[in-house]
């Protein structure tokens, strides 16, 4: 099986991973890709791989890991400075990335399988598509929708539509997707990574995936817990993660390896030069004794203060300079064979949507309805759901004397119960939605702390499970932390429709109302 997957990987990243010098800020149209394909099952697996490739790639993937703190860059290089000192970022390789592939070929498989007794390719297509366009609108905001991709409609520059405009559409495909009977319908297990062609499981995650939009609305005034509660007490939701299981991956060929592996093992070495442990994730961590500690990273528990890069302070007092210690690293920066020896294949898995998320959207919807014994059941799940895709069978964490025991309280202290675990949850899996879903609860939340003015205060008195303003980043967006990107420049070049540009990476999407950093 692994073989076969590896080949149709190979073939499909020869297909369309190829670029154009003078059509390259075209997102609507990929002139190197095939124009017709004969059968709709060939492009699936590479949509699959496409859309899970960016969420964790290299955008979304460090993007996301540095703006909710689980990662910080170390002293001893400058790659991701920027992203540390809240500097503008536009996410525009994983934008066009998104657009000329994955959702290109969303497009032909669905105008391809339309008419089709077989409805199951047709509906997977319209499942990831939907699922794309929530992040791409939850991470910019406003975007084109409407009038994207139809260049070969002769629509070059497409207008861009509001995300509430674009949420209200994507509802209804939802509500119409799930309409469709798939009894008659088959889908070859060999060209679904995800699901293996299991239907049952695809319609779990369709149903999973209106909630999950539902979800995201709890701020604003469209969201009411008791239509969100009534519908997840009579759909069938997902029970395993939607992911691409690390077993695909060949650790030795380029272009083969997970992404973040990719970085460390394509000759960058971003994880040994580039990424250290923040102070306030692996603290928070190791102060708890989370069992996840030794499955995210290596060399110890010490962590650095996020975007505090060239300190030459003492701020613990032991004596050594800030830019002279020791920091725990990612796991990513270990080689394969040691990754299978200390049992950490698990971290080679892509998720797109996972069962933990589903099990704390539950727990919080109960929770939210003053039903406590289902929150806490649910609650749990998740947490459980968490370890066990790091191998550790313990539960001990959510056992009455652990730091993750359920505690009945107002339904705020509740949320914030759920989003610091699903915070630790979605370390090395899912940082691009830890980062929206921080934006949406304001957990973890944000301590005001200065450091450079005070090291030695804050090192001893840094709330565990806050996060921290950037050191280099505070002033310039004014004490608060980034909450979407610049938009891509690769649909505003040349497009006579496009916005003004957004001041800085400060700007929040329609949603993101709750007060708060």
Request: charged share 25%; aromatic share 12%; proline share 3%.
């Amino acid at each position: 099986m692994r073989s076969k997957l590896l080949i149709i990987i190979s073939s499909f990243l020869m297909l369309f991973t190829a670029s154009s010098c003078s059509d390259w800020l075209d997102v609507n149209h990929d002139p190197n890709a095939l124009e017709e394909i004969p059968d709709a099952k060939v492009l699936l697996p590479a949509v699959e791989m496409g859309i899970a490739n960016n969420l964790m790639g290299w955008e979304f993937g460090f993007g996301g890991g540095f703006w909710v703190e689980y990662w910080t860059q170390s002293y001893t290089a400058s790659q991701f400075k920027t992203l540390c000192e809240y500097l503008p970022q536009e996410f525009n390789t994983t934008y066009q990335s998104l657009m000329r592939e994955p959702m290109t070929d969303l497009k032909r498989i669905k105008t391809m399988t339309a008419e089709d007794e077989n409805k199951g390719y047709y509906f997977i297509a319209e499942a990831l598509s939907i699922f794309t366009w929530q992040i791409i609108t939850d991470v910019w905001g406003d975007m084109p929708y409407t009038e994207a991709l139809r260049f070969e409609e002769g629509i070059s520059s497409p207008k861009q539509d509001k995300g509430e405009d674009i949420y209200a559409d994507l509802m209804k495909r939802v509500d119409e997707l799930l309409a469709t009977d798939l009894s008659k319908s088959y889908v070859d297990p060999t060209y679904d990574y995800i699901y293996g062609g299991d239907l049952g499981a695809w319609y779990a995650f369709a149903n999973s995936l209106k909630l999950k939009l539902m979800i995201r609305l709890s701020e604003t005034s469209q969201y009411n817990n008791a239509s969100v509660l009534s519908f997840i007490e009579s759909a069938d939701l997902l029970t395993s993660s939607a992911k691409i299981p690390g077993t695909v991956w060949d650790e030795s060929m380029e272009g083969k390896r997970h992404p973040m592996r990719e970085f460390q093992l394509g000759g960058a070495n971003y994880f040994s030069t580039n990424v250290i442990a923040s102070k306030n994730f692996i603290d928070y961590l190791s102060l708890n004794n989370d069992p996840r500690l030794s499955k995210l990273f290596i060399g110890g528990t010490k962590g650095a203060f996020f975007g505090d890069f060239d300190s030459k302070k003492d701020s613990d007092g032991n004596g050594k300079t800030d830019d002279k210690e020791t920091y725990a690293k990612s796991i990513f920066n270990l080689d394969d064979k040691d990754l299978e020896k200390n049992n950490l294949l698990e971290v080679l898995d892509l998720i797109l949507m996972s069962d933990w998320e589903v099990n704390f959207y539950i727990a919080e919807v109960y929770a939210r309805a003053s039903q406590l014994d289902k929150a806490k059941d649910y609650y749990e799940r998740g947490v459980t759901a968490s370890l066990a895709q790091h191998g550790i069978t313990s539960t001990d964490i959510i056992g009455a004397e652990g730091y993750a025991a359920w505690v009945n309280g107002t339904v705020e202290q509740n949320i914030k119960q759920i989003a610091m675990q699903k915070w630790v949850a979605n370390a090395n899996y899912q940082h691009i939605e830890s980062f929206l879903e921080r934006n949406r609860t304001k957990y973890p939340s944000v301590n005001e702390i200065d450091i450079a003015a005070n090291r030695r205060v804050a090192f001893d008195n840094f709330p565990v499970g806050d996060l921290t303003i950037s050191v280099k980043g505070r002033a310039l967006l004014n004490g608060n932390l980034p909450a979407s990107p610049l938009y891509p420049s690769s649909y505003m070049f040349r497009n006579t429709n496009a916005p003004a540009q957004k001041a800085n990476v400060g700007e929040k999407v329609w949603w993101n109302l709750k007060a708060g950093k």
